[in-house]
């Protein structure tokens, strides 16, 4: 995999982990407490979303990894070393006491990535917060992003290890996750993400504030592609203490709805 393939590479982490689709509803009734727990343990993948986002940011802003330091409109961005031989490389995205970034989330604190040359086999990126806080939510913990890329398509291993996120309403989400994301079009124009697509796999185990745990499965890859900013169709099972709720991502639609079924009932959701 050559060298200039970077920035296309942490594109897959940094834009394919979002949760929510379009399709077709036939229930608008989300007075049932598992609707709302259901929908607080989805958090976890939009997290992990956004933390890929953040990764590809840095790398973008950092010019090629060799700009020491770049002010952006949000944050500022500092690589070391600043060559383009030494890794891995440290990139400091710094959003210091808050600020509106480019996706609209209110975004305060650093996020540090630290960068091996992922272009290659079994390197990695990683990401750890530094009292970051995301619209009022207060995240810790660290997301591995390892490169298993074949001649014919982008393949990534994603684990997100101790993850912890606490928001102002009191809400507190725990947990770790292990997923693989392939890509199913756009490999051979590495150069353009608009065309990227790729298929999401694996699984999240989660604690809620309350004690309930939840696993979260993905039963039919996700479909993800880069010039959305949602997940478009796929279906997965969240088992809530016990309770099966199913998971819906719709039909190829590019919005933040899904839809739930618990014991026989549909309802929809925005994620």
């Known amino acids: 995999m050559k060298k200039q393939n970077f920035a296309s590479l942490l594109l897959i982490a940094a834009f394919i982990l979002t949760t929510a689709n379009a399709c077709k509803k036939d229930n608008t009734d ?4 598992a ?9 976890s993948q939009q997290l992990i979303n956004s933390s890929f986002g953040i990764a590809l940011h840095g790398a973008e802003k950092a010019n090629g990894l060799v700009n020491q330091s770049v002010e952006d409109r949000c944050s500022a961005v500092t690589v070391f070393p600043a ?5 891995p490389k440290t990139i400091t995205v710094d959003f210091g006491n808050g600020c509106t970034d480019s996706d609209g989330k209110f975004k305060t604190g650093k996020v540090v990535v630290t ?3 992922i272009w290659e086999a079994d390197t990695e990126v990683s990401i750890l917060y530094d009292n970051y806080t995301e619209d009022g939510a207060q995240l810790s913990g660290r997301f591995t992003l390892k490169n298993q890329s074949n001649a014919n398509a982008g393949v990534f291993s994603i684990v997100a290890e101790d993850i912890k996120a606490a928001d102002t309403q009191g809400f507190t989400l725990d947990y770790n996750a292990v997923q ?7 490999h051979p124009t590495w ?4 065309d990227d697509v790729y298929e999401i796999t694996g699984t999240i185990q989660s604690v809620l504030t309350n004690g309930e745990t939840v696993d979260w499965t993905i039963q039919n890859p996700l479909t993800k592609a880069n010039n959305c900013a949602w997940v478009s169709e796929g279906i997965g099972l969240l088992n809530i203490n016990g ?14 709805k899904g839809t739930l079924t618990i014991n026989g009932q549909t309802y929809e959701v925005t994620l």
Request: hydrophobic share 35%.
């Open 115 to 117: 960068v091996g040359k």
């Open 191 to 194: 150069w353009d993400w608009n």
């Open 83 to 87: 060559d383009l031989t030494t890794f």
């Open 35 to 43: 609707v709302a727990t259901a929908v607080q343990a989805l958090r």
């Open 30 to 33: 989300t007075t049932d407490p």
């Open 243 to 256: 309770l099966d709720v199913g998971v819906n991502y719709g039909n190829g639609s590019c919005d933040n």
């Open 180 to 186: 693989t994301f392939t890509q199913i079009a756009g």
